[in-house]
């Protein structure tokens, strides 16, 4: 049991070395990552080169899928393509195969030293994220050794012998096994290096072993369309045509699997290496051919899985891509996306507003719906954010994480205030027949286009963290300010006046002016980030500029 065990954490480690590789190679290459994918899908060749190339970066077709699927869920990239690159993947993923399994074991310990060296003396740089990835595939070729020791004692062990002796003659079982393999340790890659782990021993015959590999990268797909199940239906065909290729391939092969080990058989070269080199073939040769199918695929993928109308599609976030967390820079610029998006939504809301406020009252329920909508994009920005680790955030994306939250929380908070204002318009003045005076709404029509013009120029600044906007935007905050308690003493003056309309208004003036106000004060808070940078900036320059004090 202890030793079953052992093959187990083994495994486990090699999963784990491969996260730890993909999210290092992610975390610094992101971006160039996402650029190469995205820019590459005019031609058919490179499409698939650039596939294999980033595959063999983050150790993983899977994370490529993954990347590859956000990419046409957003509408970035075509279908046709996107299911190129995934072949391309496929490809990628056996060339690593044959490259794990040469002779490495003196790298291991030196990759885990040095790569622990940089990630804990220059955690937050690119040298520590680097250092991540040093880890990371010393972990993989560690494991690779822990499982050939592993598995060595379990294939001696006689009921190991017959369980697998039950996967003798039938293809269909022995692919389903091997497809099961993949999907529990969530990696065709590390079911394929346990086969060949297998068939090194002599626990397997090198017929199992091939239809184990098959079946392996039948696995590695359905893999792929359970991690695409939330996604919507673009992002769910290409996990659909990634699975059908690899069906495809399943069919072809599996009926002349007998004399094809027959064949192999007579090369002379032991049975792990056939295994790998089978892997490394049947996919490139599969892929290559399957290449000029990509269009025909794409359309059947658009057959089977037809667009669902979305009732309201400002209900559900559109930027916040799960697929960038390993990414902290793409995340965050994701989370900023669905922030003006949110703030978007606050403008509207305002416009509504302000028709309530001159007779429009049947606006009134469409601010209350656009207020939820608000709150659905505040929770689904902060849980977003939640899951980027801030340890391992450099203090420009710290700082970035805390103004995105903030900016968030604000238009909020906006968004209820604004809602309340309608609730007051309807039911105080015109549920009562009450109307403002002209003077009156005169100034709140004033103030509201000032408030609009802020709200903009919030968003503006929270973009660009522009020095310049972000002082006109405190300036026009104190304008506001002075504006708003200007109006306030001139309502009081027609009270004095005793002028009915504004008698039999004057809670409800009065209160809009403070909700104004405290508008005004949550879009303007933004532009206090940028001018505290500025200022801590001149500080450390002042500070380099003393003697003795200089870094």
Same mark, same amino acid.
């Given at each position: 049991?202890?030793?079953?065990?052992?093959?187990?954490?083994?495994?486990?480690?090699?999963?784990?070395?491969?996260?730890?590789?993909?999210?290092?190679?992610?975390?610094?290459?992101?971006?160039?990552?996402?650029?190469?994918?995205?820019?590459?899908?005019?031609?058919?060749?490179?499409?698939?080169?650039?596939?294999?190339?980033?595959?063999?970066?983050?150790?993983?077709?899977?994370?490529?899928?993954?990347?590859?699927?956000?990419?046409?869920?957003?509408?970035?990239?075509?279908?046709?393509?996107?299911?190129?690159?995934?072949?391309?993947?496929?490809?990628?993923?056996?060339?690593?195969?044959?490259?794990?399994?040469?002779?490495?074991?003196?790298?291991?310990?030196?990759?885990?030293?040095?790569?622990?060296?940089?990630?804990?003396?220059?955690?937050?740089?690119?040298?520590?994220?680097?250092?991540?990835?040093?880890?990371?595939?010393?972990?993989?070729l560690l494991a690779l050794e822990l499982i050939v020791s592993a598995a060595t004692p379990i294939t001696q062990a006689s009921?190991?012998?017959?369980?697998?002796?039950?996967?003798?003659?039938?293809?269909?079982?022995?692919?389903?096994?091997?497809a099961v393999f993949a999907i529990i340790s969530y990696s065709s890659l590390a079911a394929v290096l346990l086969t060949a782990?297998?068939?090194?021993?002599?626990?397997?015959?090198?017929?199992?072993?091939?239809?184990?590999?098959?079946?392996?990268?039948?696995?590695?797909?359905?893999?792929?369309?359970?991690?695409?199940?939330?996604?919507?239906?673009?992002?769910?065909?290409?996990?659909?045509?990634?699975?059908?290729?690899?069906?495809?391939?399943?069919?072809?092969?599996?009926?002349f699997i007998g004399p094809l080990t027959g064949l192999l058989a007579k090369i002379g070269i032991p049975d792990e290496e056939?295994?790998?080199?089978?892997?490394?073939?049947?996919?490139?040769?599969?892929?290559?051919?399957?290449?000029?199918?990509?269009?025909?695929?794409?359309?059947?993928?658009?057959?089977?899985?037809?667009?669902?109308?979305?009732?309201?599609?400002?209900?559900?976030?559109?930027?916040?891509?799960?697929?960038?967390?390993?990414?902290?820079?793409?995340?965050?610029?994701?989370?900023?996306?669905?922030?003006?998006?949110?703030?978007?939504?606050?403008?509207?809301?305002?416009?509504?507003?302000?028709?309530?406020?001159?007779?429009?009252?049947?606006?009134?329920?469409?601010?209350?719906?656009?207020?939820?909508?608000?709150?659905?994009?505040?929770?689904?920005?902060?849980?977003?954010?939640?899951?980027?680790?801030?340890?391992?955030?450099?203090?420009?994306?710290?700082?970035?994480?805390?103004?995105?939250?903030?900016?968030?929380?604000?238009?909020?908070?906006?968004?209820?205030?604004?809602?309340?204002?309608?609730?007051?318009?309807?039911?105080?003045?015109?549920?009562?027949?009450? !109307?403002?005076?002209?003077?009156?709404?005169? /100034?709140? &029509?004033?103030?509201? #286009?000032? =408030?609009? +013009?802020?709200?903009? $120029?919030?968003?503006?600044?929270?973009?660009?963290?522009?020095?310049?906007?972000?002082?006109?935007?405190?300036?026009?905050?104190?304008?506001?300010?002075?504006?708003?308690?200007?109006?306030?003493?001139?309502?009081?003056?027609?009270?004095?006046?005793?002028?009915?309309?504004?008698?039999?208004?004057?809670?409800?003036?009065?209160?809009?002016?403070?909700?104004?106000?405290?508008?005004?004060?949550?879009?303007?808070?933004? !532009?206090?980030?940028?001018?505290?940078?500025? /200022?801590? &900036?001149?500080?450390? #320059?002042? =500070?380099? +500029?003393?003697?003795? $004090?200089?870094?």
């Open positions: 049991m202890l030793t079953l065990l052992h093959l187990l954490s083994a495994v486990s480690l090699l999963v784990w070395g491969t996260h730890i590789v993909r999210t290092g190679i992610m975390r610094v290459f992101g971006a160039n990552l996402r650029r190469v994918l995205s820019s590459s899908v005019e031609k058919k060749p490179l499409a698939f080169v650039s596939g294999i190339g980033v595959t063999a970066l983050v150790q993983s077709s899977n994370a490529t899928a993954l990347l590859v699927t956000s990419f046409v869920a957003q509408g970035l990239v075509a279908l046709s393509p996107a299911l190129v690159i995934i072949l391309g993947a496929d490809v990628g993923t056996a060339l690593m195969a044959r490259v794990l399994t040469f002779d490495l074991s003196w790298l291991s310990p030196l990759l885990i030293f040095v790569g622990v060296s940089f990630f804990l003396s220059r955690k937050q740089t690119r040298a520590g994220q680097m250092g991540r990835v040093g880890i990371g595939l010393g972990l993989i009921g190991v012998k017959v369980l697998f002796s039950s996967l003798t003659g039938d293809t269909i079982l022995d692919a389903l096994t091997g782990t297998l068939a090194a021993t002599g626990v397997i015959s090198l017929k199992v072993s091939l239809c184990l590999v098959i079946g392996a990268n039948l696995g590695s797909g359905i893999l792929a369309m359970i991690n695409a199940s939330k996604q919507n239906a673009a992002g769910r065909r290409v996990a659909l045509g990634s699975l059908l290729f690899k069906l495809i391939g399943c069919v072809i092969v599996l009926p056939l295994v790998i080199y089978f892997h490394v073939f049947y996919n490139l040769i599969r892929c290559l051919a399957l290449v000029p199918m990509a269009g025909m695929m794409a359309r059947i993928c658009e057959l089977w899985i037809a667009d669902m109308p979305e009732d309201d599609p400002r209900l559900r976030p559109r930027h916040l891509d799960v697929s960038a967390i390993d990414t902290p820079t793409l995340a965050l610029a994701n989370a900023a996306r669905e922030t003006l998006r949110m703030g978007d939504v606050v403008e509207h809301m305002l416009i509504l507003q302000h028709e309530v406020m001159h007779g429009k009252i049947t606006n009134d329920r469409e601010v209350r719906r656009l207020d939820d909508d608000v709150d659905v994009l505040y929770t689904a920005i902060k849980l977003y954010l939640a899951q980027i680790h801030k340890e391992d955030l450099g203090e420009d994306d710290s700082r970035r994480w805390a103004e995105i939250i903030e900016m968030a929380l604000n238009l909020e908070q906006a968004g209820d205030i604004i809602e309340r204002m309608t609730g007051d318009i309807t039911a105080k003045s015109h549920d009562t027949r009450r !109307a403002f005076s002209a003077e009156g709404l005169g /100034e709140l &029509d004033n103030l509201h #286009e000032k =408030l609009v +013009d802020n709200l903009r $120029l919030s968003l503006s600044v929270f973009l660009s963290n522009d020095l310049t906007s972000a002082k006109r935007l405190r300036r026009s905050k104190h304008r506001f300010r002075l504006l708003d308690r200007r109006y306030a003493h001139a309502h009081v003056d027609r009270l004095h006046q005793h002028n009915v309309q504004s008698i039999e208004t004057s809670s409800l003036h009065l209160g809009l002016l403070g909700d104004m106000k405290r508008l005004n004060s949550l879009f303007c808070a933004v !532009a206090y980030n940028v001018l505290d940078k500025d /200022e801590k &900036d001149d500080e450390r #320059e002042e =500070l380099d +500029d003393v003697p003795g $004090l200089a870094k």
